[in-house]
């Protein structure tokens, strides 16, 4: 008894500790092209799926980013900005300056998907964690 007790225990400890750590975001890259007008600087096309409860840390890209939503609805939020939910078919811009603060899957039952081109230095980071 003592040790299924102990295993139901750790089995909930575990079941907790998953359901309060978000789950990673699925990052697919399609395309990158070279801007040869713009020397230096490189286009990133890629599409991101956050699973249901699925979030980013806060994060800097160092790129112009323009986001499409695709399925879902998602939150998006940059430092001094207002949070926003986004549903198919509505963008959102986070500049190279900008500290992307809310990037989440508003549901925690459904996936959401959508679409990213970045604008960026030629070998830049994508993504780079804030502290």
């Not at 309060?20 to 890259?29: E, F, N």
């Not at 499409?68 to 198919?88: D, N, Q």
Request: overall charge positive; proline content about 9%.
């Amino acid at each position: 008894m003592r040790l299924i007790r102990k295993c139901l225990m750790v089995g909930a400890a575990c079941f907790a500790q998953s359901v309060l750590a978000a789950p990673d975001a699925v990052v697919t890259p399609l395309m990158e092209k070279p801007l040869a007008d713009y020397p230096g600087k490189e286009a990133l096309m890629i599409t991101v799926v956050y699973p249901p409860g699925g979030a980013d840390p806060v994060h800097v890209h160092r790129a112009h980013g323009f986001i499409y939503v695709l399925e879902g609805s998602i939150v998006m939020g940059v430092k001094g900005g207002k949070e926003v939910t986004l549903t198919p078919g509505q963008t959102f811009y986070e500049g190279p300056n900008d500290v992307h603060t809310v990037g989440r899957n508003a549901s925690g039952t459904q996936p959401a998907k959508f679409l990213v081109l970045l604008l960026k230095n030629q070998n830049a980071p994508v993504f780079v964690p804030v502290k």
